[in-house]
């Protein structure tokens, strides 16, 4: 990237400046507050759009000069684009191409070529971004998988976060982060306890095993028992069944005995009242009947003896034979007389007397054909009875049943009762302990598998850490960018600078840190040329030359120099005592007040 103008105008202490490059190398020197640092933050801005003195854009304004309203910076290449630069809104517009920073490489490298000192200034994982980007070396699914399996990664784990490997290690950490801590969560929602590597190895719900045999056994028992329940309860029913067919037969005999124990009397009231009905009846019959003469052999033979008894009473004195003849006939008239009335009665019709006796005999008739009624519905009612009873009493007879037996089986039913409320309590022990054991189990199995998660995932998170596959991975990357920092070091004769997978900066094995300042610029000068040159760049701003010794400064030129095409543009700044001269390989410029001048020939340079 060759600069080969640059035009600066009210930019902070700089009131003017317009430099036309016509060396690779250009030496801007001036004194202390002269404008030096101005233009270079002016040229930096320019080529990257960002502030190097004020973060903010409101605070862009305090870029411009004091007391004018704007300020611009031009910067031109050998290739027809330009950079320009506006204050106070800030904006860098392009013209005849893309930006400095489309490409990766560029956009990684260009803050460090413009800053050298921001590499060292940077933490571990920003360096390896950058070096990420100018070795090209990315994350190549098959090797990281590999890398992981000799991890001792499981190869879910492993599947899971290869997919997001594709989109960079940065989002693949940040995906197993999030999965190690939402398995600290799963652990502690699940425990109760803040997860931690050694409380987690060993946790565990302790609870006593239950034997699979006790709570079968245990169920056998809630059944014999059960059975024994519903055997009893079914003689229970039979028995009181029994009982109560026993209780009605009783009543059903004594019932029985009541209807038939007046079977005599009945009888005999039956026969009585059925003479009363008969005497009754012929008497109705009679008055009803009026005079009809009496029909009939023995009224025929009645009529006929008394009037023989009549006709013979006149004929003298009867001898004893003759009297005793009608003795006889004159009582078989008298019974005559009893059964069927007296023969002087045949044919007469009823007196007034009998017909006014007639309601009275019919109401006693109706009221006698009752109660002959009425006995012989009772004597049948005694008579089935007296069967009833005979069929109920003899034969084999079923065992009683007593109210003690009864009794007796109801106690037995509650003790079982009892008993099986016993037993069921036990079962309901043994597989209340035998579900809290599995679930201890359970438990413990799924804290153990968040754990595994937890460790894994942090391992995963481990690996694709910048320090971790993606360090390995950089540090076979590395190989070519310290040759050329060795090859560098030792073009200038200085200390040989080295990057570790680490990250860390080690001169002749020194780290940074505990490096003097000259040396410290002097590894921040090696490392910006090397990433410069490596990424394409070929550009780099060095501010602060003068800390080197003259003997270090001549180094620093003979470096560049030394360098030819592999640096387009180098530019550096310091302090000097007046103006150094310019030749065919260093393009001297002096600032002073503000505003830049070509230098003299560079040999006449005090």
């Known amino acids: 990237m060759k600069i080969t103008s640059i035009i600066a105008k009210n930019f902070q202490g700089l009131r003017h400046a317009g430099l ?23 040229i930096a801005m320019a080529l990257s759009g960002k502030p190097f003195r004020v973060e903010k854009k409101k605070d862009f304004g305090q870029l411009v000069m004091e007391g004018q309203k704007g300020a611009e910076v031009r910067i031109e290449f050998d290739d027809g684009r330009a950079a320009t630069l506006k204050l106070p809104d800030g904006k860098v517009v392009y013209a005849g191409g893309a930006s400095l920073e489309d490409a990766d490489t560029l956009r990684a490298v260009l803050p460090i070529a413009l800053n050298p000192a921001s590499f060292a200034a940077a933490t571990p994982d920003e360096r390896r971004t950058a070096l990420f980007a100018l070795t090209g070396c990315g994350a190549d699914e098959r090797g990281v998988e590999q890398r992981l399996i000799e991890r001792g990664l499981e190869q879910r784990y492993i599947d899971a976060v290869l997919p997001l490997v594709g989109s960079g290690f940065p989002a693949a ?3 197993a982060k999030r999965r190690a801590t939402e398995a600290r969560g799963a652990w502690k929602a699940l425990t109760g306890e ?26 056998a028992d809630v059944q014999k028992v059960q059975d024994e329940i519903s055997q009893a309860q079914q003689q229970l029913g039979e028995l009181r069944a029994r009982h109560q ?16 124990a007046p079977l005599e009397r009945i009888k005999a009231k039956l026969a009585a009242d059925q003479l009363d009905l008969a005497k009754v009846r012929d008497e109705v019959e009679g008055i009803s009947a009026g005079p009809a003469p009496r029909v009939g052999l023995v009224h025929d033979l009645a009529r006929a003896l008394n009037l023989s008894l009549t006709m013979a009473i006149p004929f003298g004195d009867m001898n004893a034979e003759q009297r005793g003849y009608l003795k006889s006939a004159s009582a078989a008239l008298e019974l005559y007389a009893a059964e069927h009335g007296s023969l002087a009665d045949d044919g007469v019709p009823p007196s007034a007397e009998d017909l006014a006796r007639l309601p009275q005999l019919q109401h006693s008739l109706e009221m006698m054909s009752r109660a002959v009624a009425n006995d ?18 003899e034969g084999e007879q079923p065992a009683p049943v007593s109210e003690a037996d009864v009794t007796g089986l109801v106690e037995r039913i509650s003790l079982l009762q009892i008993s099986h409320k016993n037993v069921q309590a036990r079962l309901a022990e043994l597989q209340e302990q035998h579900r809290i054991a599995a679930d201890a189990a359970e ?25 971790g596959i993606p360090a390995e991975i950089l540090a076979d990357a590395l190989r070519p960018v310290n040759d050329r920092l060795f090859e560098l070091s030792q073009m200038a004769g200085w200390p040989r600078i080295q990057i570790s997978r680490d990250m860390d900066i080690t001169a002749d094995g020194r780290v940074y840190g505990l490096l003097s300042e000259s040396e410290q610029w002097r590894a921040d000068c090696i490392i910006a040329l090397t990433l ?10 060095l501010d602060r030359f003068d800390v080197l010794s003259m003997t270090g400064r001549g180094q620093l030129l003979d470096l560049l120099e030394g360098l030819g095409d592999q640096i387009d543009t180098a530019l550096v700044f310091g302090t000097m005592k007046g103006p150094a001269a310019s030749d065919e390989v260093v393009q001297a410029f002096w600032i002073s007040g503000g505003e830049v001048a070509t230098g003299e020939p560079y040999a006449q340079a005090a």
């Open 20 to 42: 036309s490059l016509s060396t690779r190398i250009a030496l801007i020197a001036g004194d202390n507050g002269a404008g030096k640092s101005s233009l270079r933050d002016a």
């Open 173 to 175: 950490e940040a995906d």
């Open 194 to 219: 803040v997860h931690g590597d050694k409380k987690a190895e060993g946790w565990s719900v302790e609870a006593a095993p239950v034997d699979d045999a006790a709570i079968q056994q245990a169920k």
């Open 245 to 260: 067919q026993q209780a009605g037969r009783q009543q059903q005999i004594a019932r029985l005995k009541e209807q038939a």
């Open 376 to 393: 012989e519905r009772d004597l049948k009612v005694a008579t089935d009875a007296e069967a009833q009873l005979k069929a109920l009493t």
């Open 443 to 467: 438990r413990t199995q799924r804290a153990a598998q968040h754990h595994a998660d937890v460790q894994a995932w942090s391992s995963v998170a481990d690996a694709m850490a910048p320090d």
């Open 532 to 541: 410069s040159i490596m990424s394409g760049l070929r550009l780099v701003l």
